[in-house]
């Protein structure tokens, strides 16, 4: 097929390219079965990371958006993508040995991107890599690093509050994480350094500069940016609870009207995020409106009058099932691991 017809061919998956995806899913999924199991288990104890449960299907609706250019390239796999998911196996074997399982979720995040990799090819892979490398938001990070930035964040929260509540002539004094109002004394915890807004808004900051059609130091901006929005406007949230305090009690620091609050706050972090980017828009001599720059795109229809061609296994993702089937037999094989973990306060709460 020369290259003229190879650019007006759709290319489409016969039955025989599903049931070998599918089983190739099937074994990653038994050998990753009690990593998996553990990542849900996160999503569900800790509340900053309550989306996870959301990312696996924007990522698969990023890459469904790409879908009219995929079907116009010819998969031809990639052996470097067996060798992405031999690191990535490697990992899983060295974190089920330690117990460490953000080893092994973090190896399949290898092992999928070494399948897409050996499936599609290079051409292929460069157009989902950006939604592949979003599945990264899922993974919780360690407990002690989280511990370590929750009590910067504290600490930076309270004497930005502080000087927010001293802005409306409240007397106050700051010792650590607790604000003395004098007749009421509120303690910046955990809950309250920011975490629960901050992991959220930096996968959906990444998410809205993916979809931000302009240069690629403007979508930089809008993702680290992210960081400082969250930081100050936990800090107001902060700073305007113990002014509503201090007129009106400390119902105002309770139950649902401090849910409430968070919940505002991050919609107008998302306010914020939007307000910056409409603003990046006007910069650089770009005359295009804002709704041009920034959307989500659907994919075109395919064409009818295009030749359609079946996709054929490439070598490399039959190299990697055969490497999977190993694997899978090791796994079911190897006697079962029983974990005996002693009973001890967690160094994250």
């Known amino acids: 097929m020369n290259n003229e017809n190879k650019e007006n061919t759709v290319w489409y998956e016969t039955p025989m390219v599903w049931g070998a995806l599918a089983l190739i899913a099937a074994m990653t999924g038994y050998v990753y079965w009690h990593g998996l199991v553990e990542l849900v288990v996160k999503w569900e104890e800790r509340e900053e990371y309550s989306y996870g449960y959301l990312i696996p299907f924007i990522t698969a609706f990023l890459i469904w958006q790409r879908k009219d250019i995929l079907e116009k390239i010819e998969f031809t796999g990639s052996w470097v993508g067996v060798l992405l998911a031999i690191v990535g196996l490697v990992l899983f074997v060295i ?161 649902f009207l401090h849910d409430f609050e968070g919940w505002v706050v991050f919609m107008a972090c998302m306010i914020v995020l939007l307000a910056e980017m409409w603003l990046l828009t006007k910069l650089g001599g770009d005359n295009r409106p804002f709704r041009e720059v920034f959307g989500i795109d659907f994919p075109e229809d395919t064409p009818k009058e295009a030749a359609r061609a079946p996709r054929t296994l490439p070598r490399p993702l039959m190299g990697l099932g055969v490497l999977l089937v190993g694997v899978t037999l090791f796994v079911t094989l190897a006697p079962e691991r029983k974990d005996i973990i002693p009973e001890r306060k967690d160094f994250y709460s």
């Open 95 to 255: 974190g089920e040995l330690t117990t460490l399982f953000l080893v092994i979720h973090y190896s399949f995040l290898f092992v999928v991107l070494g399948a897409a990799l050996s499936f599609m090819g290079w051409k292929a892979f460069k157009v989902i890599l950006v939604p592949l490398l979003f599945l990264a938001f899922m993974i919780p990070l360690p407990s002690f690093f989280l511990q370590e930035i929750s009590q910067v964040l504290q600490l930076l929260s309270s004497q930005i509050g502080v000087w927010v509540i001293r802005l409306f002539d409240i007397s106050v004094y700051l010792e650590g994480n607790v604000i003395d109002l004098g007749v009421y004394k509120l303690q910046v915890v955990e809950a309250c350094s920011g975490l629960r807004y901050l992991f959220p808004l930096m996968a959906l900051s990444f998410m809205m500069a993916y979809f931000y059609q302009d240069k690629f130091w403007k979508r930089a901006i809008i993702f680290l940016s992210s960081i400082p929005i969250t930081v100050i406007m936990n800090s107001f949230r902060i700073g305007m609870i113990g002014v509503m305090v201090e007129y009106w009690g400390i119902e105002m620091a309770e139950g």
